[in-house]
């Protein structure tokens, strides 16, 4: 669905506020919020010397119940969640993926 434009924003690195505006752009809607929902993802990563963190950041679209997930990291480890500030410090896009939740009563081919 926004493929294209998802790719173009992944592997750049920016900080929350331009990642919700680069979203709405590429989907042409509104989010619910700019901050979205920031969650460490816990991994067991095969090299560990990495010193990355990964983190999911879901965004709810406004005016329907769909959502956009963006996987990201940092290139600084931290110990707490609350430790890392996503509005004023940068990390690297690696996945976007929009998850439509908006599904029709009967079969779209019915219709």
Known sequence: ??????????????KLEELAKEI????????????????????????????FEAFNLTFKMKHTVDLVDAVVTTDNKKKNLSDYDFENN??????????????????????
């Open 1 to 14: 669905m926004h493929e294209e434009k998802f790719y173009l924003i992944e592997g750049k690195k920016m």
């Open 24 to 51: 709405e752009s590429a989907t042409g809607g509104q989010l619910e919020d700019v901050r979205g929902s920031i969650n460490r993802v816990v991994v067991k990563k095969p090299a560990p010397e990495q010193g």
């Open 90 to 111: 940068e990390f690297t896009v690696r996945l976007i993926s929009y998850i439509r939740r908006d599904v029709p009563m009967k079969n779209e081919a019915e219709l």
